[in-house]
């Protein structure tokens, strides 16, 4: 489990690619590194990865396919930085949101607007249908990042960001039409999820009792 509040960015050093397998191997900050050993859980842009092994304050992570094909840690090279939260414990403060660490999808940056003392960033989500969870004022993870949604808008939503968001994660950095790992409110999903089921159990039986046959799911 994750709060969402990044406790830093690290830095990609070595990559070991094979056929639909990574590993990365990452700098991690000394503060992150007290305890730390393998097996267990450090969020990469919000996606849970396990600790293989441990050199100095350098830590390895292996990537399988799906993580490569969902996320995007597939298209980091040695030189990039990631955002990086340890796995929280119980007595951690959660001043974000509880995160699971099991990225939805990527979005892609549509456009940015930056004023004097905060930017503004939408977002395309790569499925409409995963828009019905992205609602106005509710959270969601973005980069392993938790934040309060904007404005919404067809397959779009946008997030507001203060100075120091922009610079304690790798967002500042961001540039239209890089991809961000989303991970969606597990308790708006839900009850989204429970709500839908509930009128289409509904809906059915209005309709058998009204003489219709209908196909439920």
Not at 85 to 91: G, L, P
Request: glycine share 8%.
């Amino acid at each position: 489990m994750f709060t969402g509040i990044v406790q830093g960015t690290a830095s990609v050093v070595e990559i070991d690619e094979k056929t639909n397998f990574r590993t990365h191997y990452i700098k991690l900050p000394p503060a992150l590194l007290d305890g730390l050993e393998t097996g267990a859980s450090v969020a990469h842009n919000g996606c849970c990865l396990t600790v293989s092994a441990i050199k100095g304050d350098v830590a390895s992570f292996d990537l399988m396919k799906e993580t490569l094909r969902i996320t995007n840690l597939g298209e980091l090279q040695v030189g990039d930085e990631v955002n990086v939260e340890r796995a929280a414990t119980f007595n951690a403060e959660i001043g974000g949101h509880v995160m699971s660490g099991h990225i939805m999808c990527s979005a892609e940056i549509v456009k940015i607007i930056t004023s004097e003392n905060n930017r503004q960033i939408w977002f395309k989500m790569p499925d409409k249908e995963l828009m019905k969870y992205v609602l106005y004022k509710g959270y969601i993870g973005i980069d392993g990042i938790s934040l309060t949604i904007g404005e919404v808008a067809a397959d779009k939503f946008c997030v507001h960001l203060i100075p120091e968001t922009l610079t304690r994660t790798t967002l500042g950095k961001k540039r239209l039409g890089n991809r961000v790992n989303i991970e969606i409110d597990p308790q708006t999903q839900a009850v989204v999820d429970t709500v839908e089921r509930v009128l289409a159990q509904r809906e059915a039986a209005l309709a058998v009792a009204a003489g219709h046959e209908v196909n439920v799911r």
